[in-house]
């Protein structure tokens, strides 16, 4: 994989952060979609929510922190499981409501050991697994 | 592009379709978000929502419905612009609650007239359009 920066320059510049933070649309909830596509590949790997707290340390840190609605915590990717994402691009849609984020995925995306979490879909007449797990999740979070 | 049905062989069975229907995770509002992904050429082109009704439509006709949250009606894409989504295959998440559209788009995806509606990014310490439109929005909603 390519040597990335950790933190892209751009974000270093607190008054550019706060410019993207406040053009997002937060919804009720105070949260915002945010994909996660592999930034060479284009593989769509994740999609889950940022607050704006997650988004503020993601582009501080330059690595992804979403806000977790079940733990109701910040949820820093790859803290368990060590599969981190580092961030290579950030972008907004038109309307503000929706994040793009380019990462450099270590290892896995998904919490069952897959890639991508979008390994379902409709084959030979069922909803089938289209990929199987790389690693064992025990693996990723029995440590 | 290449040739591609319009309606993907495994979405004309309808066992097929109630299995996927009935494997999301609608939110409280009864919707769930579909992110748009260019099938070929790996770009992500928009996220937008779908009700049971939209994604019904969608796996049936194999052309892209939404829900219009700001208009609270189905949104066939394309169905003002021209600028059509076919759908290609459609993919679930690990926990039900995203979806993953591939799809074979026509034109653009966004109403600006851009390709993709993910064109706002830092750069050089401000937020900027990264991409400029391909197609006047007045030629694409003045007919």
Known sequence: MPSLPVTPPDAMEPAARAQLLDAVRFDHAGLVACIAQQHDTGEVLMMAWMNRAALAETL?????????????????KGESSGQVQKLVDL?????????????????????????SCFFRALREGELAEITAPEVAPEALYGR
Chains 1, 2 share one sequence.
């Open 60 to 76: 501080a840190t330059g690595r992804v922190t979403y806000w977790s609605r079940s733990r109701g915590a910040l949820w820093r």
């Open 91 to 115: 972008r907004l849609d038109c309307d503000g409501d929706a994040l793009l984020a380019l990462v450099d995925q270590t290892g896995v995306a998904c919490h069952t050991g897959r890639r």
